[in-house]
């Protein structure tokens, strides 16, 4: 009999301690910090943009002169949050940085 108490009470306790869900923090992309981005500047050439910000996340290979360079992130149960970089490229060289997109925008699910 105490035995069986036993183990319907280990059950119980495993029962209850998997109903609290725990969602993990997911941070995926280029880390995109203001300093870093304060130090791009145009005529920069791709292997300074590498050294600067890394790889980008997406080489479209249909615009090879566009980098992009995006950052999301999720809290737990928040919405999802975006940042994006786009440079473009003439001659290996910057010639325009597109920042509007670099405010955090949350994604709808």
Known sequence: MRTILINLLF???LLLTSCSLYRVDVRQGNELEDDK????KIGMDKKQVTFLMGNPLLT??????RWDFIHTHRDGYQKTKRKLLTLYFEDGKVVR???SQLAEKTLEE
Not at 60 to 65: A, G, L, T
């Open 97 to 99: 940085i597109d920042d």
């Open 60 to 65: 479209d290979p249909f615009h090879k002169n």
């Open 37 to 40: 981005i304060a130090k791009l």
């Open 11 to 13: 059950a119980s306790l």
